[in-house]
T-cell receptor, first 116, second 113 residues
Framework: DAGVTQSPTHLIKTRGQQVTLRCSPK?????VSWYQQALGQGPQFIFQYYEEEERQRGNFPDRFSGHQFPNYSSELNVNALLLGDSALYLC???????????????FGDGTRLSIL | RKEVEQDPGPFNVPEGATVAFNCTYSNSASQSFFWYRQDCRKEPKLLMS???SGNEDGRFTAQLNRASQYISLLIRDSKLSDSATYLCVVNGHDEYNNNDMRFGAGTRLTVKP
């Protein structure tokens, strides 16, 4: 039973560039959430995708966008990269719906993004 | 005010000690609560859920006080391997989807020989 997988593991970019990160959810899950975790901080919610649509969004600028594919996998895109975008980007998968708040999300290993 | 607040620590304790972490949350609509553990440069992993009646898993005890919007984690007989960052998580605020977790900044624990 495959867990959540993310790629790439590490990435180095320069300011102003664009980046795409990828995530495949755990088998049986239909929802993907993305988080940004800066050094020494807890994960900050970026957005959540279900049925190929963004369902919820955290306090992140429009430079952060995403996509979900019919096979439930997802991409996170960040445009016009800033130094402050350097962080660990985590993807978590879950099931969508009401009455399931007792089901925790499962995380991938993350992509460590460094902006020079 | 942050949605989920934790004492960042660090907590430095000797092996065998008992240590407690606290967490408060701002959204009274929060439905479920968890403690996650995160090792350095690794992804968060579920440690335990937190139930209204309180629950125990070996050396770990979690408690919830909904009236005070407060969650705690107690670790007894600390081991070196307990050294990690402990993340408080609240879940279940959205009207349509109850799986929208919010994380605290984490409390760092170091257990020393």
């Amino acid at each position: 039973d495959a867990g959540v997988t993310q790629s790439p593991t590490h990435l180095i970019k320069t300011r102003g560039q664009q980046v795409t990160l990828r995530c495949s959810p755990k088998s049986g899950h239909d929802t993907v959430s993305w988080y940004q975790q800066a050094l020494g901080q807890g994960p900050q919610f970026i957005f959540q995708y279900y049925e190929e649509e963004e369902r919820q969004r955290g306090n992140f600028p429009d430079r952060f966008s995403g996509h979900q594919f019919p096979n439930y996998s997802s991409e996170l895109n960040v445009n016009a990269l800033l130094l402050g975008d350097s962080a660990l980007y985590l993807c978590a998968s879950s099931l969508y719906g009401r009455g399931i708040s007792n089901q925790p999300q499962h995380f991938g290993d993350g992509t460590r993004l460094s902006i020079l | 005010r942050k949605e989920v607040e934790q004492d960042p620590g660090p907590f430095n304790v000797p092996e065998g000690a008992t240590v407690a972490f606290n967490c408060t949350y701002s959204n009274s609509a929060s439905q479920s609560f968890f403690w996650y553990r995160q090792d350095c440069r690794k992804e968060p992993k579920l440690l335990m859920s937190v139930y209204s009646s309180g629950n125990e898993d070996g050396r770990f005890t979690a408690q919830l006080n909904r009236a005070s919007q407060y969650i705690s984690l107690l670790i007894r007989d600390s081991k070196l391997s307990d050294s990690a960052t402990y993340l408080c998580v609240v879940n279940g605020h959205d009207e349509y989807n109850n799986n929208d977790m919010r994380f605290g900044a984490g409390t760092r624990l170091t257990v020393k020989p």
